[in-house]
């Protein structure tokens, strides 16, 4: 079975551009998470979706971060506009509904995109 | 609110033997998850155990073990048996299953570096 995949793996862009990355979860897990990781504020949860509905957006930082996710297998998380204090990885992760044997309710995390702005 | 504390500075130990790092937790709800990830220097997130909050028992998966104390909220991670490829950032994470509330937090993360 194919992983969580995100796109790009790495993105190079100036101040004041748009941003957008993408995230195919594993099929038919019913959560999706977006984390940010820098060095200053570690791994840091954006936002997560649960059935394609946003359930907790208190992470993104402010109204330039926006995401969405128009149907089960594909979210985006855009950045409009980037500044260069969004230069981070961003982890976008899925996992199966609530716990049961043999789900532990792990997330399983797509490789990250590494987003650096000028 | 759910809270994940880890607050030793960077680990060393010695190929071969044991060590234990920290994770203390916090929250009010009584059904929750505890998870351990490693992330080497790639990047990647690896999934290493899992300890339920009902779970009477310590819970195991090879070399690693969850020391979990639920009056005093901790659950430290035990790795036997140190390798050299065990060197790696290593987060503590909670998730709760109350209600619609289903977020997993990460706790600051360990380094550990195994020494030849």
């Known amino acids: 079975d194919a992983g969580v995949i995100q796109s790009p793996r790495h993105e190079v862009t100036e101040m004041g551009q748009e941003v957008t990355l993408r995230c195919k979860p594993i099929s038919g897990h019913d959560y999706l998470f977006w984390y940010r990781q820098t060095m200053m504020r570690g791994l840091e949860l954006l936002i997560y979706?649960?059935?394609?509905?946003?359930?907790?957006d208190s992470g993104m930082p402010e109204d330039r971060f926006s995401a969405k996710m128009p149907n089960a297998s594909f979210s985006t998380l855009k950045i409009q506009p980037s500044e260069p204090r969004d230069s981070a990885v961003y982890f976008c992760a899925s996992s199966p509904s609530q716990p049961g044997l043999p789900n532990t309710g792990e997330l399983f995390f797509g490789e990250g995109s590494r987003l650096t702005v000028l | 609110a759910q809270k994940i504390t880890q607050t030793q500075p960077g680990m060393f130990v010695q190929e071969k033997e044991a060590v234990t790092l920290d994770c203390t937790y916090d929250?009010?709800?009584?059904?929750?998850?505890l998870f351990w990830y490693k992330q080497p220097s790639s990047g990647e997130m690896i999934f290493l155990i899992y300890q339920g909050s009902y779970d009477e028992q310590n819970a195991t998966e090879g070399r690693y073990s969850l020391n979990f104390q639920k009056a005093r909220k901790s659950a430290n991670l035990v790795i036997s048996a140190s390798q050299l490829g065990d060197s790696a950032m290593y987060f503590c994470?909670?998730?709760?299953?109350?209600?619609?509330?289903?977020?997993?937090?990460f706790g600051k993360g360990i380094t550990l570096s195994v020494r030849p």
């Open positions: 994470a909670m998730r709760l299953y109350t209600g619609a509330n289903s977020k997993l937090t």
């Open positions: 929250t009010s709800d009584q059904s929750y998850g």
């Open positions: 979706f649960n059935n394609n509905v946003p359930i907790d």
